[in-house]
């Protein structure tokens, strides 16, 4: 229990926790826990622990001194010191002091022996057969409320001593304030035990002793009568004080009886049996300032005397034991009152939003499965759960303690919104992992990781810089090498498993089991299988990576079929370890807890209604809330000042006709909201999860939605919007942005859809909007029967998609890219053709290679089909001829690659010959290679090719040569590398003359000349780097590693592939 209480409190591990309370007994000697042992001193989890046991081992020994400076004073004589002072600050510290005697006093009673105490005693339950221990000599930082050491009851000579324990007490030190409270709170987490000498004998723990009914109440008259004089410092007097006057006979338990069930209707007795008309104790304890809780306890300890059984009543002296425990563990909430001159109205319930309630089975088990990942082995954790089982404040727990290790915590939460982007929101989560290494890392080491990601990437650092932006962070030069990469051409050179690749390599160079990766993806119903993709492809990999995946799903979402499964599949494949957990309601005694924690009553009195809510909620965590909240906002629970709690009447509840749906809920407290708010929550509903503060800005300076800015506000202060970490404003549940979506009815949302895009667009045209562009055009798009209306925004909208999907195109999600290309044409006029031809055109084939790169291959040969049949010229169809033979060499078809790159040949003036002799080609490599020595120097490498039909012959060449490699004879292969070589050699370099080179050396290569084609294929390297990185720098570096490259090491050879 105390593990789990410093663990939550301190965000480490449990078993990090768990040791310390051995490392009591072991850290006196030199031996280390078995986590840390053999660890560098330099890993994170060795300097804590070397901080720690420091810390134990000094907490120990104050411990054991502060034992030798303890003092026993008689509880009365205590009573008179503790008086308490004017100031409100010294009030609460002698509550606490108080609490803590009551505490000890009610577990000495608990688990005092059965042989030594009758427990209806007067004599020995009372305030002069008890003394305190307190420390004589205390720290000057310390706080006078920790004085309380023990408690002793004389007649019995049985002592129980109280103390916070050494290594929980200086975990929660802090390293600039030794001594002082945290944070200026007061709680702690006592533990108590008896002295050694009494632990031989038989107790009658929790509660045992109260097995006689008689002995029972009798105790309870006996403690509460002990706990009014310790907490007023006034006498009670059984015979006229406070209860009733002389002239009463009845014995006094009967008349607390009678007294109790009078102040539940309003907390003052107005008359009794005998005609006076007296306050109830606990009115009389509230006259004196005395908190409610204490005022509370002591009336239910007097209840418990009723033979009618009331609700309230204590049953045993360990339930007593239990509250105090409470108050002493969260006394602002529990023990304290609010502030006075606070209206019922005005008060507000105090939920615990960031306690994680019932999980601590699943909060062991994530944590488990990342401390293995640490040790260098990747894995998986799936979550599944309805929405508000709390599924993300479960990984949330993790966070802290990743960090604490010097691990990176990156996160993408995917909606139904934009569930076109989902690959950039993976690519998204991992740019944000750039920044967090800048701030991260000291400048020695980032300067060492910059020259670890130039040399692994070499040339194709720009197009890493242009998926990444964030990586230019790292190092200056790298935005120059991004510069270098044309716009639009990291698509041609990237698909969706490139791009897969590409970030994990960058990934295996900044993680490790000292610095784990934990990608956090939420909401993974929304994803597709080009995101998941990615996720495979970092879990799979064996060459160092080290991550730890944690993927949520609403599991009551997610059809058989759904690319989750297939991931998960995957992964069994791959012989990744995976988890799988699905998380259920909350069981009635955490929600218990929570209601008691949101009302600040002990759990025992909460019961009635936490299980009402139960009933209504099956324990969602966050249907709970919004549940409760609406009995509040519907009067059914309410704050009485009088009592100084929260009251209901649960027959009440129970009569109402209340919805157990939270949407119903959630959208009934929505229209309640002012205009302004309502528009915000609409407007943000629309976007998504998340929306940045700029496009409430560019919406705030349109007259239509001005008063977003203010709605923004006072969503802000009610609670439905918050801002995130990335400094985005995020709905605080899915289900409030679905509450607020339907605030909007179904027939009007494609229009409120598009009249925000036209809004946004208006505002934002000619300016350089980013990744608002997304937003502002798939707005437009919801509302695409609207655009067909409007001929004026037909071609604005159309070059508006087309430049989202560019973007798209250069962030690598080809599949959104492709949506946005397919959006741009649909809106287009059935002329446009003949209206707008470079439109049509570029528009044509930007979705084409879209296609192509997101698998779609049929739809990017019927795209192309249009080129073909609508271009004008055969120029403007190439790079369409170009791109479908690409397709077919990428489908397993070279023989239609090969006949369309011949076709294209020949309408480009070249003369294809249908077979070639080997005589033919064995004349044509020495010639080749003679020319190659001739030629071959600076003038040369300056002199560009600068005609297009040129380098678009030399381009078709070499797609058929690669063609006639899987369906031609070999030396046919020869003849076509030997016409591309030539025609540079005579007519100037271009991108594809450093893969015609190295082609040419795998075929010429012998023992005989090794040394000399391996000066050309080295050449054709250093050629390539001056186009920069191009679509043939894989098949480049192929060609040179299968020919002459062999004289190079093989393991330099498997680094560059």
């Known amino acids: 229990g105390v ?120 004599a020995k339950i009372g305030t002069d057969n008890f003394a305190v221990c307190v420390c004589k000599k205390k720290k000057r930082s310390s706080s006078s409320w920790t004085d309380v050491r023990g408690v002793t009851m004389i007649s019995s000579g049985l002592s129980l001593s109280i103390e916070e324990p050494s290594y929980l007490s200086c975990l929660f030190e802090d390293d600039d304030d030794e001594g002082g409270e945290k944070d200026g709170q007061m709680g702690r987490y006592l533990e108590v035990e008896l002295d050694a ?42 015979d006229n004080y406070p209860i009733v006057g002389d002239d009463c006979d009845e014995p006094v338990h009967k008349q607390a ?54 609700v309230d009543a204590y049953k045993t002296l360990g339930e007593v034991g239990k509250d105090l425990h409470l108050l002493l563990l969260d006394p602002d909430r529990f023990l304290f009152d609010h502030e006075e001159g606070e209206s019922p109205d005005s008060m507000q319930l105090r939920y615990r939003k960031e306690k ?69 929101g993976v690519i998204s989560a991992v740019n944000q992992l750039c920044l967090m290494i800048k701030h991260r890392l000291t400048s020695k080491r980032l300067i060492a990781l910059s020259k670890q990601l130039k040399d692994d990437f070499g040339a194709d650092i720009g197009l890493l810089a242009r998926m990444l932006p964030n990586v230019c962070a790292l190092s200056p030069e790298f935005s120059s090498l991004a510069g270098e990469v044309e716009d639009g051409n990291i698509s041609v050179k990237m698909n969706a498993r490139s791009v897969s690749f590409t970030l994990l390599r960058f990934v295996r160079l900044v993680s490790s089991p000292k610095r784990p990766i934990m990608l956090f993806l939420d909401d993974l119903q929304w994803a597709d299988d080009t995101a998941l993709d990615v996720v495979h492809t970092f879990l799979s990999d064996t060459m160092g990576s080290c991550v730890f995946f944690v993927g949520t799903y609403r599991d009551n979402e997610v059809q058989i079929g759904h690319a989750i499964f297939d991931l998960l599949q995957k992964l069994e494949t791959s012989n990744v370890p995976t988890t799988k957990l699905s998380l259920t309601g909350l069981d009635r005694g955490d929600l218990n807890k929570m209601v008691s924690d949101a009302l600040g009553l002990y759990p025992r009195i909460c019961k009635s209604l936490s299980d009402i809510v139960f009933q209504k909620t099956k324990g969602n965590p966050f249907f709970v809330l919004e549940f409760i909240q609406s009995l509040q906002s519907r009067g059914l629970l309410q704050y009485d000042s009088c009592q100084k709690r929260w009251v209901w009447s649960a027959d009440t509840i129970r009569a109402e006709e209340i919805t157990d749906n939270v949407l119903h809920l959630l959208s009934t407290k929505l229209n309640q909201l002012s205009n302004e708010i309502q528009l915000l929550l609409k407007v943000m509903a629309c976007f998504g999860a998340c929306t940045n503060e700029s496009v409430i800005g560019y919406l705030s300076e349109s007259p239509e939605y001005a008063g977003v800015r203010n709605g923004l506000e006072g969503a802000i202060s009610e609670e439905f919007v918050e801002l995130n970490a990335e400094g985005s404003f995020k709905f605080v549940h899915d289900k409030v942005r679905e509450a607020a979506y339907n605030l909007t009815p179904d027939r009007d949302k494609k229009q409120l859809h598009y009249n925000l895009g036209k809004t946004l667009y208006s505002i934002c045209e000619g300016k350089d909007v980013g990744d608002a562009i997304f937003l502002i055009a798939s707005q437009i798009n919801h509302g695409k029967e609207l655009i067909e209306k409007d001929d004026a925004l037909c071609i604005p909208v159309a070059k508006l998609n087309m430049k989202a999907g560019k973007m798209a195109l250069d962030g690598c999600d080809h599949k959104m890219a492709y949506f946005y290309f397919l959006a741009a044409l649909s809106s287009l006029p059935d002329d446009i053709w003949d209206s707008h031809y470079d439109l049509s055109l ?216």
């Open 842 to 1057: 570029r528009l044509t084939f930007l979705m084409a290679r879209a296609a192509n790169s997101s698998c779609k291959y049929d739809e990017a040969e019927l795209t192309l089909q249009t080129i073909r049949e609508r271009a004008r010229c055969l120029q403007d169809k190439l790079p369409a001829y170009f791109l479908l033979v690409t397709i077919f060499l990428a489908q397993g078809h070279p023989n239609q690659a090969y006949a369309t790159c011949s076709s294209i040949l020949t309408q480009l003036g070249e003369s294809v010959p249908e077979t070639v002799t080997t005589e033919t080609v064995g004349d044509m490599i020495p010639e080749t290679l003679r020319m190659y020595s001739e030629v071959y120097g600076d003038d040369w490498l300056g002199q560009k090719m600068e005609d297009t039909t040129l380098s678009n012959i030399i381009k078709f060449y070499s797609a058929m040569a690669s063609a006639a490699y899987f369906c031609k004879p070999s030396h046919m292969v020869a003849y076509f590398v030997c016409k591309m070589v030539q025609m540079s050699l005579q007519k100037g370099v271009c991108q594809y003359t450093p893969l015609a080179l190295m082609q040419l050396t795998s075929i010429v290569i012998r023992i005989d000349n090794a040394a000399f084609v391996h000066r050309i294929a080295k050449n054709a390297l250093a050629l390539s780097e001056k186009f920069g990185s191009s679509g043939e720098k894989t098949e480049l570096c192929v060609n040179y590693y299968m020919g002459a490259g062999h004289l190079d090491s093989y393991q330099l050879g498997a680094n560059q592939l």
């Open 356 to 424: 994680l309630y019932g999980r601590d089975k699943e909060e062991t088990l994530i944590t488990d499965t990342f401390c293995r990942v640490t040790r260098g082995k990747s894995e998986a954790f799936f979550i599944g759960g309805f929405s508000g089982s709390g599924k993300s404040m479960l990984v949330d727990t993790l966070r802290v303690r990743v960090k604490n290790v010097g691990g990176y915590v990156i996160k993408h939460k995917f909606d139904a919104v934009s569930q076109d982007r989902p690959l950039s």
């Open 3 to 122: 593990a789990v209480v410093a663990a939550e409190c301190l965000g480490v591990w449990l078993p990090i926790i768990s040791l310390a309370r051995v490392s009591q007994r072991w850290l006196v000697g030199t031996t280390l826990p078995p986590q840390v042992h053999g660890r560098k001193k330099s890993s994170p989890r060795f300097i804590w622990y070397n901080k720690m046991s420091k810390k134990i081992l000094m907490a120990a020994a104050d411990a054991a001194a502060a034992k030798d400076e303890n003092t026993q004073i008689a509880l009365r004589n205590w009573i008179k010191g503790d008086a308490t002072k004017k100031n409100s600050s010294a009030k609460k510290e002698s509550m606490i002091r108080k609490a803590t005697v009551a505490y000890g006093i009610v577990e000495l009673l608990v688990r005092c022996p059965t042989n030594n105490v009758a427990l209806d005693d007067d």
């Open 197 to 238: 000498a009494n632990k031989k004998t038989d107790c009658c723990d929790n509660g045992s002793a109260d097995n006689d009914e008689m002995s029972k109440h009798r105790c309870h008259y006996l403690l509460a009568k002990l706990f009014y004089e310790l907490f007023t410092q006034e006498e009670f007097r059984d």
């Open 257 to 310: 009886k009678k007294a109790s069930l009078s102040e539940r209707e309003g907390g003052v007795v107005v008359s009794n049996n005998c005609g006076s008309d007296l306050f109830s104790i606990s009115a009389r304890m509230q006259q004196l300032r005395i908190p409610a809780s204490i005022c509370r306890m002591v009336q239910n300890l007097l209840e418990s005397v009723s033979e009618s059984g009331a």
